[in-house]
């Protein structure tokens, strides 16, 4: 049974298109999050959301939009794709509000934006 | 500012070398410290973590990580490596009132025989 899953695992998509990334955790925890993995393998927070709750909505541009229906789902919407939101995102998961016991992650979905 | 370096991008070990993959942060607060591992295309994977007491920590699949708070540093090592540990290595820092972790920028491990 997969803690923390991200479908799809990979997206192909054609600039100016509209995708949506879902993530499922069946872990109980309380907070949810959404990272961006670059080229360079950095991984920057985009967005968290603490029972339902945006507690964290970092510069992002707004052609991304996260929704959580519960506490344990957490999907990302993005609209009109641009080249440069090909990267991998992560979909992680944590206990409490704060990340002190670390995440979970899921697998990671790749997105290319053709 | 929260920040975490890791100030070697890539290291190549030989299998059944030792190891030590190094980590910096700066955090205001009393940090709590994390070690992940990202295996090609997976997600990442926890290794150990620290939150306070005994500053060596002992992970899984046989690594450990030492604090140092005069270095603010918590480097992550292992005795004799594998092949199966080639992969990229993250650290991460946290705090109490923090509502994320913040990552390192990785180093990437590859091991040759």
């Known amino acids: ?114 | 500012a929260q920040s975490v370096t890791q100030p070697d991008i890539h290291i190549t070990v030989s299998e059944g070398a030792s190891l030590e993959l190094r980590c910096n942060y700066s955090y205001g607060a009393t940090p709590y410290l994390f070690w992940y591992v990202q295996s090609p295309g997976q997600g990442l994977q926890l290794l150990l973590k620290y939150f306070s007491g005994d500053t060596l920590v002992q992970g899984i699949k046989g690594f450990e990580a030492e604090f140092k708070r005069s270095q603010s540093s918590f480097n992550l090592r292992k005795p004799s490596v594998h092949w199966s540990d080639a992969a990229e290595y993250f650290c991460a820092v946290g705090a109490t009132g923090a509502n994320n972790l913040f990552f390192g920028t990785g180093t990437r491990l590859t091991v040759i025989p």
């Open chain 1, 1 to 114: 049974d997969t803690a923390v899953s991200q479908t799809p695992k990979y997206l192909v998509t054609q600039m100016g298109n509209d995708k949506s990334i879902k993530c499922e955790q069946n872990l109980g925890h309380d907070t949810m999050y959404w990272y961006k993995q670059d080229s360079k393998k950095f991984l920057k927070i985009m967005f968290s959301y603490n029972n339902k709750e945006l507690i964290i909505n970092e510069t992002v541009p707004n052609r991304f939009s996260p929704k959580s229906p519960d506490k344990a789902h957490l999907n990302l919407h993005i609209n009109s794709l641009e080249l440069g939101d090909s990267a991998v995102y992560f979909c992680a998961s944590s206990q409490g509000s704060e990340p002190t016991y670390g995440y979970t992650f899921g697998s990671g979905t790749r997105l290319t934006v053709v």
